[in-house]
């Protein structure tokens, strides 16, 4: 399962993308926000002729803009939303790299893995974009990821 966001995040994940052997991650399924069109069309062209994948799409925990105390509630509602989604497509992998959007799906691989129900491994990428310090999703993901990667020495040494 590869999750996306919109802008920067897909295009980075498209990057990393282009490296993977798709024989090797076969069904590949793609998640996106509701609101965002964009990561479809980019996912699309980098399949190109493959059959083996789908495009999913969830609710945004939170919008651009939004304040933290509004985003608690739509966080809850994605989580609940997210649930029947990977009870249904129980992937071995969670690919995400940065986007709000990864962290119900992360939360429920998480659960589902303490509950033994699967052995979901979450890896993720921190943007490229983060010099200095890990953005709101890798300081809650940094406690629930299997692997966290970043890509500055400085946001390393944290």
Same mark, same amino acid.
């Given at each position: 399962?590869?999750?996306?966001?919109?802008?920067?995040?897909?295009?980075?994940?498209?990057?990393?993308?282009?490296?993977?052997?798709?024989?090797?991650?076969?069904?590949?399924?793609?998640?996106?926000?509701?609101?965002?069109?964009?990561?479809?069309?980019?996912?699309?062209?980098?399949?190109?002729?493959?059959?083996?994948?789908?495009?999913?799409?969830? +609710?945004?925990?939170?919008?651009?803009?939004?304040?933290?105390?509004?985003?608690?509630?739509?966080?809850?509602?994605?989580?609940?939303?997210?649930?029947?989604?990977?009870?249904?497509?129980?992937p071995e992998l969670v690919?995400?790299?940065?986007?709000?959007?990864?962290?119900?799906?992360?939360?429920?691989?998480?659960?589902?893995?303490?509950?033994?129900?699967?052995?979901?491994?979450?890896?993720?990428?921190? +943007?490229?974009?983060?010099?200095?310090?890990?953005?709101?999703?890798?300081?809650?993901?940094?406690?629930?990821?299997?692997?966290?990667?970043?890509?500055?020495?400085?946001?390393?040494?944290?």
């Amino acid at each position: 399962m590869i999750i996306l966001g919109s802008g920067g995040h897909t295009a980075e994940m498209i990057r990393i993308l282009v490296y993977l052997n798709f024989k090797n991650y076969s069904p590949r399924i793609y998640v996106h926000a509701d609101t965002d069109l964009m990561s479809m069309e980019k996912v699309k062209n980098l399949e190109k002729d493959n059959t083996d994948y789908k495009i999913l799409k969830i +609710s945004r925990s939170r919008e651009i803009h939004q304040s933290y105390y509004t985003s608690v509630y739509t966080t809850i509602r994605a989580i609940l939303e997210s649930f029947p989604l990977f009870w249904t497509e129980c992937p071995e992998l969670v690919l995400c790299n940065g986007p709000g959007t990864c962290v119900p799906l992360c939360i429920i691989a998480f659960l589902f893995k303490v509950f033994l129900i699967t052995q979901t491994t979450i890896i993720f990428i921190e +943007s490229f974009c983060r010099v200095t310090s890990l953005s709101l999703t890798g300081k809650i993901l940094y406690y629930i990821a299997d692997h966290q990667i970043v890509q500055w020495p400085y946001v390393h040494k944290q």
